[in-house]
């Protein structure tokens, strides 16, 4: 009788560490199953946060495009600008020279 009090104890003492176990594989199985949706929210995150810097690097290129367009069109407005303005003390060197002869 004392042995099968000991093997009752011993099976009670296994089934109380297979219980112990479960739960540890349970608890284990769900933080596994929290950590895949986490990093695949995270993934997903990645993945917009991808799309929207090469979506902002083509943007910066056509700025950076549109604002060297728009220095050289400047320059071109500068240079004119210049050959009206040199054109115009032509003229008036001319005006005042046929100004004094009239007079």
Do not use: C, P
Not at 9 to 15: G, T
Not at 39 to 64: G, P
Request: negative net charge; proline residues 0%.
């Amino acid at each position: 009788e004392a042995r099968t009090r000991e093997e009752a104890a011993l099976l009670e003492a296994q089934r109380t560490a297979y219980d112990m176990l479960l739960a540890a594989r349970n608890n284990l199985e769900g933080e596994a199953t929290h950590n895949v949706n986490e990093m695949s929210e995270l993934s997903s995150k990645i993945v917009v946060m991808v799309t929207d810097k090469v979506e902002m690097e083509d943007m910066l290129r056509q700025a950076r495009s549109q604002v060297m367009y728009l220095q050289g069109e400047l320059t071109s407005i500068i240079r004119e600008r210049e050959t009206l303005k040199g054109q115009v003390l032509d003229h008036e060197a001319i005006r005042v020279s046929m100004q004094s002869e009239v007079e």
